[in-house]
Protein backbone atom coordinates (compact mmCIF):
# COMPACT_ATOMS: atom_id res chain seq x y z
CA UNK A 1 0.00 0.00 0.00
CA UNK A 2 1.23 3.38 -0.59
CA UNK A 3 -0.32 7.06 0.85
CA UNK A 4 1.16 10.51 1.32
CA UNK A 5 0.76 11.14 5.00
CA UNK A 6 0.23 7.62 7.01
CA UNK A 7 -1.79 8.42 10.96
CA UNK A 8 -1.48 5.47 13.44
CA UNK A 9 -4.22 6.18 15.72
CA UNK A 10 -7.76 6.71 15.20
CA UNK A 11 -8.57 9.03 18.01
CA UNK A 12 -9.57 13.16 17.79
CA UNK A 13 -6.02 13.64 16.49
CA UNK A 14 -5.52 11.21 13.96
CA UNK A 15 -9.32 12.02 12.72
CA UNK A 16 -9.28 15.42 12.67
CA UNK A 17 -5.89 15.43 10.65
CA UNK A 18 -6.67 13.20 8.39
CA UNK A 19 -10.10 14.79 7.33
CA UNK A 20 -8.48 18.48 7.13
CA UNK A 21 -5.33 16.76 5.13
CA UNK A 22 -8.52 14.87 2.82
CA UNK A 23 -10.17 17.91 2.08
CA UNK A 24 -6.65 19.50 0.37
CA UNK A 25 -5.94 16.33 -1.94
CA UNK A 26 -3.46 14.75 0.56
CA UNK A 27 -4.24 11.14 0.28
CA UNK A 28 -3.49 9.42 3.91
CA UNK A 29 -4.67 6.45 6.16
CA UNK A 30 -5.66 6.03 9.37
CA UNK A 31 -4.61 2.99 11.55
CA UNK A 32 -6.45 2.58 14.66
CA UNK A 33 -5.95 -0.61 16.69
CA UNK A 34 -9.41 -0.89 18.57
CA UNK A 35 -12.74 -1.01 17.10
CA UNK A 36 -14.54 2.30 16.31
CA UNK A 37 -17.22 1.09 18.97
CA UNK A 38 -14.32 0.99 21.67
CA UNK A 39 -13.20 4.33 20.85
CA UNK A 40 -16.80 5.61 20.98
CA UNK A 41 -17.17 4.14 23.88
CA UNK A 42 -14.53 6.16 25.86
CA UNK A 43 -16.12 8.98 27.71
CA UNK A 44 -13.43 11.60 27.87
CA UNK A 45 -13.10 15.58 26.95
CA UNK A 46 -15.89 18.15 27.39
CA UNK A 47 -15.15 21.35 27.07
CA UNK A 48 -13.49 22.31 23.74
CA UNK A 49 -11.67 25.31 23.21
CA UNK A 50 -13.10 28.32 20.76
CA UNK A 51 -9.88 27.12 18.73
CA UNK A 52 -11.01 23.39 18.45
CA UNK A 53 -14.12 24.52 17.36
CA UNK A 54 -12.96 26.66 14.34
CA UNK A 55 -10.94 23.53 13.81
CA UNK A 56 -13.89 21.07 13.14
CA UNK A 57 -15.94 23.61 11.12
CA UNK A 58 -13.07 23.85 9.04
CA UNK A 59 -12.88 20.05 8.42
CA UNK A 60 -16.65 20.69 7.69
CA UNK A 61 -17.52 18.65 11.12
CA UNK A 62 -19.09 21.00 13.19
CA UNK A 63 -22.60 21.30 11.92
CA UNK A 64 -23.92 18.82 14.60
CA UNK A 65 -21.41 20.40 17.34
CA UNK A 66 -22.75 24.54 16.66
CA UNK A 67 -26.41 22.53 16.54
CA UNK A 68 -25.95 20.55 19.79
CA UNK A 69 -23.12 21.91 21.44
CA UNK A 70 -23.51 24.57 24.26
CA UNK A 71 -21.66 28.34 24.07
CA UNK A 72 -20.15 28.89 27.65
CA UNK A 73 -19.38 31.85 28.85
CA UNK A 74 -17.96 31.40 32.28
CA UNK A 75 -17.72 28.96 34.96
CA UNK A 76 -17.70 28.89 38.71
CA UNK A 77 -14.85 27.90 41.60
CA UNK A 78 -16.51 26.83 45.32
CA UNK A 79 -14.49 27.40 47.90
CA UNK A 80 -13.91 28.16 51.30
CA UNK A 81 -17.99 28.35 51.47
CA UNK A 82 -18.71 30.68 48.73
CA UNK A 83 -19.29 30.18 44.59
CA UNK A 84 -16.88 32.65 42.27
CA UNK A 85 -18.00 33.04 38.95
CA UNK A 86 -15.32 33.44 36.18
CA UNK A 87 -16.16 35.26 33.27
CA UNK A 88 -14.39 34.14 30.32
CA UNK A 89 -16.21 36.83 27.83
CA UNK A 90 -15.10 39.64 30.30
CA UNK A 91 -11.93 38.72 30.93
CA UNK A 92 -10.91 36.84 27.46
CA UNK A 93 -11.70 39.62 24.80
CA UNK A 94 -14.98 38.29 23.94
CA UNK A 95 -13.89 34.55 23.89
CA UNK A 96 -15.80 31.15 25.14
CA UNK A 97 -15.65 27.45 25.30
CA UNK A 98 -18.22 25.03 23.30
CA UNK A 99 -19.46 22.19 25.41
CA UNK A 100 -19.20 19.23 23.21
CA UNK A 101 -18.30 15.74 24.60
CA UNK A 102 -15.49 13.74 23.00
CA UNK A 103 -17.17 11.34 21.50
CA UNK A 104 -19.74 13.32 19.97
CA UNK A 105 -17.01 14.73 18.04
CA UNK A 106 -15.06 11.70 17.29
CA UNK A 107 -18.26 10.12 16.30
CA UNK A 108 -18.53 13.27 13.59
CA UNK A 109 -15.14 12.86 12.54
CA UNK A 110 -15.52 9.27 11.90
CA UNK A 111 -19.11 10.19 9.78
CA UNK A 112 -16.91 12.62 7.71
CA UNK A 113 -14.31 10.44 7.09
CA UNK A 114 -17.09 7.58 6.20
CA UNK A 115 -18.65 10.40 4.05
CA UNK A 116 -15.77 11.00 2.00
CA UNK A 117 -14.65 7.36 1.42
CA UNK A 118 -11.44 8.27 4.05
CA UNK A 119 -9.47 4.92 4.32
CA UNK A 120 -9.75 4.29 8.53
CA UNK A 121 -8.57 0.93 9.09
CA UNK A 122 -9.81 -0.70 12.72
CA UNK A 123 -8.27 -3.71 14.52
CA UNK A 124 -5.35 -3.00 13.07
CA UNK A 125 -2.05 -5.21 15.36
CA UNK A 126 1.15 -4.45 15.35
CA UNK A 127 1.68 -0.84 13.68
CA UNK A 128 5.18 -0.47 13.55
CA UNK A 129 7.12 2.67 12.22
CA UNK A 130 10.51 2.30 9.81
CA UNK A 131 12.84 4.15 8.75
CA UNK A 132 11.75 7.44 9.88
CA UNK A 133 15.01 9.17 8.88
CA UNK A 134 15.14 8.42 5.52
CA UNK A 135 13.32 9.98 2.66
CA UNK A 136 11.10 6.61 2.19
CA UNK A 137 9.88 5.90 5.64
CA UNK A 138 6.65 3.22 5.87
CA UNK A 139 4.47 1.48 8.82
CA UNK A 140 4.14 -2.42 8.83
CA UNK A 141 0.82 -3.51 10.43
CA UNK A 142 -1.49 -6.44 10.43
CA UNK A 143 -4.65 -5.91 8.65
CA UNK A 144 -7.40 -8.69 8.72
CA UNK A 145 -5.08 -11.26 9.67
CA UNK A 146 -2.52 -10.17 6.67
CA UNK A 147 0.65 -8.51 7.25
CA UNK A 148 0.62 -5.25 5.12
CA UNK A 149 4.01 -2.66 4.85
CA UNK A 150 2.18 1.17 3.72
CA UNK A 151 4.83 3.28 1.79
CA UNK A 152 4.44 6.96 2.90
CA UNK A 153 6.18 9.89 3.22
CA UNK A 154 5.50 10.86 6.29
CA UNK A 155 4.32 9.26 9.61
CA UNK A 156 1.99 10.68 12.11
CA UNK A 157 1.92 9.43 15.58
CA UNK A 158 -1.68 10.24 16.96
CA UNK A 159 -1.26 7.02 19.11
CA UNK A 160 -2.03 8.30 22.65
CA UNK A 161 0.07 7.49 25.47
CA UNK A 162 0.35 4.03 25.09
CA UNK A 163 0.99 4.06 21.52
CA UNK A 164 3.55 2.37 19.85
CA UNK A 165 5.40 6.08 18.68
CA UNK A 166 6.73 7.70 21.04
CA UNK A 167 8.32 5.07 21.57
CA UNK A 168 9.78 3.85 18.63
CA UNK A 169 12.08 7.33 19.38
CA UNK A 170 15.43 6.43 20.43
CA UNK A 171 16.08 6.93 24.33
CA UNK A 172 19.07 9.00 23.71
CA UNK A 173 17.18 11.32 21.59
CA UNK A 174 13.48 11.37 23.51
CA UNK A 175 13.90 13.68 26.50
CA UNK A 176 10.51 12.72 28.91
CA UNK A 177 9.18 15.09 31.65
CA UNK A 178 6.64 13.71 33.81
CA UNK A 179 4.62 14.28 37.43
CA UNK A 180 2.23 11.93 38.34
CA UNK A 181 -0.15 13.22 41.36
CA UNK A 182 -1.00 11.49 44.67
CA UNK A 183 -4.82 11.14 43.43
CA UNK A 184 -7.42 10.17 40.83
CA UNK A 185 -10.39 11.32 39.19
CA UNK A 186 -13.68 9.01 39.95
CA UNK A 187 -15.92 10.03 36.86
CA UNK A 188 -19.31 9.04 36.17
CA UNK A 189 -21.94 10.05 33.09
CA UNK A 190 -25.75 10.07 34.39
CA UNK A 191 -28.89 10.96 32.32
CA UNK A 192 -30.07 13.53 34.88
CA UNK A 193 -30.21 17.36 34.71
CA UNK A 194 -27.38 19.43 35.18
CA UNK A 195 -27.12 20.95 38.46
CA UNK A 196 -25.71 24.13 37.24
CA UNK A 197 -25.90 25.82 33.80
CA UNK A 198 -21.70 26.21 34.24
CA UNK A 199 -19.37 24.24 35.31
CA UNK A 200 -18.92 24.53 38.89
CA UNK A 201 -14.91 23.45 39.96
CA UNK A 202 -14.92 22.84 43.80
CA UNK A 203 -12.16 23.51 46.14
CA UNK A 204 -13.17 21.49 49.27
CA UNK A 205 -11.69 20.20 52.22
CA UNK A 206 -12.84 16.73 51.59
CA UNK A 207 -11.48 16.74 47.93
CA UNK A 208 -12.00 17.94 44.33
CA UNK A 209 -15.14 17.80 43.01
CA UNK A 210 -15.93 18.88 39.34
CA UNK A 211 -19.96 19.08 37.77
CA UNK A 212 -20.13 19.14 33.79
CA UNK A 213 -22.51 18.63 31.70
CA UNK A 214 -22.57 16.86 28.00
CA UNK A 215 -26.11 18.47 27.54
CA UNK A 216 -29.30 19.26 29.86
CA UNK A 217 -29.85 15.53 29.90
CA UNK A 218 -26.75 14.33 30.23
CA UNK A 219 -24.26 15.51 33.65
CA UNK A 220 -20.73 14.97 33.70
CA UNK A 221 -19.31 14.89 37.13
CA UNK A 222 -15.84 14.31 38.79
CA UNK A 223 -14.76 13.62 42.54
CA UNK A 224 -11.06 13.45 43.57
CA UNK A 225 -9.95 9.52 45.02
CA UNK A 226 -7.10 7.99 46.51
CA UNK A 227 -5.33 6.45 43.64
CA UNK A 228 -5.73 3.10 45.69
CA UNK A 229 -9.64 3.42 44.93
CA UNK A 230 -11.45 0.67 42.45
CA UNK A 231 -14.41 1.45 40.61
CA UNK A 232 -15.93 -0.84 42.67
CA UNK A 233 -15.21 0.65 45.39
CA UNK A 234 -18.05 3.25 44.49
CA UNK A 235 -21.42 2.83 44.26
CA UNK A 236 -23.65 5.46 42.50
CA UNK A 237 -25.12 6.02 45.70
CA UNK A 238 -21.53 6.52 47.88
CA UNK A 239 -20.80 8.55 44.47
CA UNK A 240 -23.95 11.04 44.65
CA UNK A 241 -23.63 11.41 48.66
CA UNK A 242 -19.59 12.55 48.78
CA UNK A 243 -20.19 14.56 45.38
CA UNK A 244 -23.13 16.44 47.43
CA UNK A 245 -20.99 17.13 50.70
CA UNK A 246 -18.40 18.76 48.35
CA UNK A 247 -20.30 21.19 46.95
CA UNK A 248 -22.38 24.28 48.35
CA UNK A 249 -25.40 23.33 50.44
CA UNK A 250 -28.16 24.84 47.85
CA UNK A 251 -26.25 23.16 44.89
CA UNK A 252 -25.77 19.67 46.93
CA UNK A 253 -29.34 20.03 47.13
CA UNK A 254 -30.95 20.75 44.26
CA UNK A 255 -28.81 17.52 42.69
CA UNK A 256 -31.23 15.12 40.62
CA UNK A 257 -29.51 11.79 40.80
CA UNK A 258 -29.65 8.69 38.72
CA UNK A 259 -27.95 5.46 38.06
CA UNK A 260 -24.21 5.94 36.29
CA UNK A 261 -24.36 4.95 32.42
CA UNK A 262 -20.41 5.09 33.06
CA UNK A 263 -18.02 4.93 35.90
CA UNK A 264 -14.41 5.36 35.87
CA UNK A 265 -11.30 6.08 37.56
CA UNK A 266 -8.41 8.37 35.76
CA UNK A 267 -5.04 8.80 37.08
CA UNK A 268 -3.50 12.28 37.01
CA UNK A 269 0.02 13.11 35.40
CA UNK A 270 1.39 15.84 33.76
CA UNK A 271 3.74 14.20 30.50
CA UNK A 272 5.37 15.91 28.00
CA UNK A 273 7.63 13.95 25.37
CA UNK A 274 10.41 16.17 23.16
CA UNK A 275 11.01 16.57 20.63
CA UNK A 276 7.69 15.95 18.92
CA UNK A 277 9.45 15.08 15.76
CA UNK A 278 12.01 12.12 14.57
CA UNK A 279 12.87 12.56 10.88
CA UNK A 280 9.73 11.52 8.50
CA UNK A 281 7.69 11.00 11.72
CA UNK A 282 5.48 13.42 14.14
CA UNK A 283 3.90 13.17 17.04
CA UNK A 284 0.62 14.83 18.07
CA UNK A 285 -1.84 14.83 21.23
CA UNK A 286 -1.84 12.29 23.78
CA UNK A 287 1.27 10.75 21.83
CA UNK A 288 3.30 13.71 22.91
CA UNK A 289 1.80 15.03 26.36
CA UNK A 290 -0.98 14.08 29.09
CA UNK A 291 -2.18 16.95 31.46
CA UNK A 292 -4.46 16.27 34.48
CA UNK A 293 -7.95 17.03 33.14
CA UNK A 294 -8.34 19.99 35.63
CA UNK A 295 -7.91 22.50 33.09
CA UNK A 296 -9.99 20.66 30.12
CA UNK A 297 -6.26 20.97 28.16
CA UNK A 298 -6.27 18.03 27.30
CA UNK A 299 -8.40 16.99 23.51
CA UNK A 300 -7.21 21.02 23.42
CA UNK A 301 -3.75 20.66 22.96
CA UNK A 302 -4.39 18.00 20.37
CA UNK A 303 -5.90 20.55 18.11
CA UNK A 304 -2.83 23.22 18.41
CA UNK A 305 -0.59 19.61 17.24
CA UNK A 306 -3.08 19.47 14.48
CA UNK A 307 -3.52 22.63 13.43
CA UNK A 308 0.26 23.07 13.04
CA UNK A 309 0.51 19.78 11.23
CA UNK A 310 -1.97 20.23 8.89
CA UNK A 311 -0.71 23.77 7.87
CA UNK A 312 2.70 22.70 7.54
CA UNK A 313 1.36 19.46 5.45
CA UNK A 314 0.11 22.58 3.08
CA UNK A 315 3.04 24.64 2.58
CA UNK A 316 5.04 21.41 2.01
CA UNK A 317 2.91 19.80 -0.38
CA UNK A 318 1.14 22.63 -1.79
CA UNK A 319 4.20 25.19 -2.12
CA UNK A 320 7.11 22.75 -1.64
CA UNK A 321 7.47 25.11 1.58
CA UNK A 322 9.13 22.91 4.30
CA UNK A 323 9.57 25.40 7.08
CA UNK A 324 6.47 24.59 9.07
CA UNK A 325 7.74 21.04 9.03
CA UNK A 326 11.34 22.10 10.29
CA UNK A 327 9.40 24.08 12.88
CA UNK A 328 6.27 21.96 14.26
CA UNK A 329 8.38 20.38 17.39
CA UNK A 330 9.97 23.68 19.05
CA UNK A 331 6.25 25.71 17.87
CA UNK A 332 3.95 23.10 19.35
CA UNK A 333 5.88 22.63 22.24
CA UNK A 334 5.85 26.07 22.91
CA UNK A 335 1.87 26.17 23.06
CA UNK A 336 1.81 22.72 25.02
CA UNK A 337 4.33 23.99 27.68
CA UNK A 338 2.03 26.84 28.57
CA UNK A 339 -1.19 24.26 28.65
CA UNK A 340 1.07 22.21 30.44
CA UNK A 341 1.57 25.00 33.32
CA UNK A 342 -2.19 26.01 32.96
CA UNK A 343 -3.26 22.31 34.08
CA UNK A 344 -0.57 21.90 36.91
CA UNK A 345 -2.08 25.62 38.42
CA UNK A 346 -5.62 24.54 38.29
CA UNK A 347 -4.72 21.22 39.57
CA UNK A 348 -2.37 22.58 42.19
CA UNK A 349 -5.67 25.03 43.83
CA UNK A 350 -8.13 23.05 43.76
CA UNK A 351 -7.28 19.92 45.05
CA UNK A 352 -6.62 18.04 48.73
CA UNK A 353 -2.96 17.33 48.50
CA UNK A 354 -2.89 14.40 51.80
CA UNK A 355 0.80 15.71 52.38
CA UNK A 356 0.35 19.13 52.21
CA UNK A 357 1.91 21.35 55.69
CA UNK A 358 -0.42 23.66 56.82
CA UNK A 359 1.88 26.32 54.83
CA UNK A 360 0.89 24.90 51.52
CA UNK A 361 -2.83 24.49 52.46
CA UNK A 362 -2.73 28.59 53.25
CA UNK A 363 -1.51 29.24 50.46
CA UNK A 364 -3.61 27.23 48.29
CA UNK A 365 -6.62 29.47 49.80
CA UNK A 366 -5.07 32.52 49.29
CA UNK A 367 -4.06 31.41 46.14
CA UNK A 368 -8.43 31.40 45.02
CA UNK A 369 -8.90 34.64 47.51
CA UNK A 370 -6.29 37.00 44.63
CA UNK A 371 -7.85 35.34 41.98
CA UNK A 372 -11.10 37.01 42.93
CA UNK A 373 -9.39 39.89 43.97
CA UNK A 374 -7.57 41.02 40.79
CA UNK A 375 -9.11 41.29 37.15
CA UNK A 376 -5.39 40.87 35.94
CA UNK A 377 -5.79 37.73 37.75
CA UNK A 378 -9.12 36.46 36.23
CA UNK A 379 -7.68 37.63 32.66
CA UNK A 380 -5.31 35.48 33.08
CA UNK A 381 -6.97 32.38 33.52
CA UNK A 382 -10.01 33.43 31.23
CA UNK A 383 -7.25 33.53 28.14
CA UNK A 384 -5.48 30.40 29.26
CA UNK A 385 -9.01 28.31 29.61
CA UNK A 386 -10.50 29.65 26.32
CA UNK A 387 -7.33 28.76 24.47
CA UNK A 388 -4.29 30.66 23.52
CA UNK A 389 -3.81 31.77 20.03
CA UNK A 390 -2.55 28.96 17.94
P1 LIG B 1 -6.33 9.24 22.05
O1 LIG B 1 -5.68 8.44 23.15
O2 LIG B 1 -7.72 9.74 22.24
O3 LIG B 1 -6.37 8.38 20.71
C1 LIG B 1 -5.27 7.58 20.34
C2 LIG B 1 -5.82 6.42 19.52
O4 LIG B 1 -4.72 5.63 19.07
C3 LIG B 1 -6.71 5.52 20.36
O5 LIG B 1 -7.96 5.35 19.72
C4 LIG B 1 -5.93 4.20 20.45
O6 LIG B 1 -6.79 3.07 20.42
C5 LIG B 1 -5.06 4.27 19.22
N1 LIG B 1 -3.81 3.50 19.33
C6 LIG B 1 -3.01 3.38 20.42
N2 LIG B 1 -1.94 2.59 20.12
C7 LIG B 1 -2.09 2.20 18.81
C8 LIG B 1 -1.33 1.38 17.93
N3 LIG B 1 -0.20 0.81 18.33
N4 LIG B 1 -1.78 1.19 16.65
C9 LIG B 1 -2.94 1.80 16.24
N5 LIG B 1 -3.70 2.60 17.04
C10 LIG B 1 -3.28 2.78 18.31
N6 LIG B 1 -9.13 15.75 28.21
C11 LIG B 1 -9.90 16.80 28.57
O7 LIG B 1 -9.71 17.90 28.01
N7 LIG B 1 -10.90 16.66 29.52
C12 LIG B 1 -11.14 15.45 30.14
O8 LIG B 1 -12.02 15.34 30.98
C13 LIG B 1 -10.36 14.33 29.80
N8 LIG B 1 -10.58 13.10 30.39
C14 LIG B 1 -9.76 12.04 30.05
C15 LIG B 1 -9.92 10.76 30.64
C16 LIG B 1 -9.08 9.68 30.30
C17 LIG B 1 -9.28 8.33 30.96
C18 LIG B 1 -8.06 9.87 29.35
C19 LIG B 1 -7.13 8.73 28.98
C20 LIG B 1 -7.89 11.12 28.75
C21 LIG B 1 -8.74 12.20 29.09
N9 LIG B 1 -8.60 13.46 28.50
C22 LIG B 1 -9.36 14.53 28.82
C23 LIG B 1 -7.62 13.67 27.51
C24 LIG B 1 -8.17 13.15 26.23
O9 LIG B 1 -9.33 13.85 25.91
C25 LIG B 1 -7.08 13.30 25.20
O10 LIG B 1 -6.50 14.60 25.25
C26 LIG B 1 -7.57 13.03 23.82
O11 LIG B 1 -8.14 11.76 23.81
C27 LIG B 1 -6.36 13.15 22.88
O12 LIG B 1 -6.71 12.60 21.68
P2 LIG B 1 -5.64 11.75 20.84
O13 LIG B 1 -4.36 12.48 20.81
O14 LIG B 1 -6.32 11.40 19.57
O15 LIG B 1 -5.34 10.44 21.72
C1 LIG C 1 -15.76 17.13 31.32
O1 LIG C 1 -16.88 17.62 31.07
O2 LIG C 1 -15.49 15.91 31.15
C2 LIG C 1 -14.67 18.03 31.83
C3 LIG C 1 -14.87 19.40 31.82
C4 LIG C 1 -13.87 20.24 32.30
C5 LIG C 1 -12.70 19.68 32.80
C6 LIG C 1 -12.50 18.30 32.81
C7 LIG C 1 -13.50 17.46 32.33
O3 LIG C 1 -11.72 20.50 33.29
Known sequence: ?????????????????????????????????????????RIRAGVLE??????????????????????????????????????LHKYSGGNSVMVYGQTELTRDLYEARDRMGGKVYHNVEDAQPHDMKTDTPYVTCTLDGEKVRIDCDYIIGADGFHGVSRKSIPSDVLREYERVYPFGWLGILSRTKPVSPELIYAKHER?????????????????????????????????????????????????????????????????????????????????????????????????????????????????????????????????????QRFSWWMTMALHKFPDNIAYDQKLQEIELEYLFSSERAQGSLAENYVGLPF
Not at 257 to 270: D, F, H, M, Y
Not at 280 to 304: C, E, K, Q, W, Y
Request: aromatic residues 8%; charged residues 25%.
Open 207 to 339: GFALCSLRSQVLSRYYIQVPLTDKVEDWSDEAFWDELKRRLPAEVGARMETGPSIEKSIAPLRSFVAEPMRYGRMFLAGDAAHIVPPTGARGLNSAASDIYYLYHAMLDHYLNGDDTGLDNYSDKALARVWKA
Open 50 to 87: HGFADLMREAQCGERMDREGEIHDGFYIAHAGKMDRVD
Open 1 to 41: MKTQVCIIGGGPSGLMLAQLLHLKGIDNIVLERQTREYVLA
